[in-house]
């Protein structure tokens, strides 16, 4: 098993940067695929980025692609998302979700461990 622990979220201003971090503890951390989801109030839970075993591969939701960067550091068994150019719609929880499996990665169901996660408001 894997535990992981989001941190970094907090309030912004609309066209601000956040960068949320999720530490992992348990098992290997490099063994797993790592994704970051996010859900606002009254809407389901959408994947937002994921990043492979070694950090070579990235995958992002078209709504935030180019505003947002998944990134990994195995040697400190963390996941980082960098948020630039935040918007009003961004406001949500996040949360960092690991996976074994490179599967549907965009499918939150493929996830077998969550975070608990952080949130994440932007004003105007």
């Known amino acids: 098993q894997v535990q992981l622990v989001e941190s970094g979220g907090g309030l912004v201003q609309a066209g601000g940067s956040l960068r949320l971090s999720c530490a992992a503890s348990?098992?290997?951390?490099?063994?797993?695929?790592m994704g970051w989801f996010r859900q606002a109030p009254g809407k389901e839970r959408e994947f937002v980025a994921a990043?492979?075993?070694?950090?070579?591969?990235?995958y992002y939701a078209d709504s935030v692609k180019g505003r947002f960067t998944i990134s990994r550091d195995n040697a400190k068994n963390t996941v980082y998302l960098q948020m630039n150019s935040l918007k009003l719609e961004d406001t949500a929880i996040y949360y960092c979700?690991?996976?074994?499996?490179?599967?549907?990665?965009?499918?939150?169901?493929?996830?077998?461990?969550w975070g608990q996660g952080t949130q994440v408001t932007v004003s105007s």
């Open positions: 979700a690991a996976s074994e499996s490179p599967i549907a990665l965009m499918t939150s169901s493929r996830y077998a461990y």
């Open positions: 348990g098992r290997t951390f490099s063994s797993y695929i």
């Open positions: 990043i492979s075993w070694s950090g070579g591969r990235t």
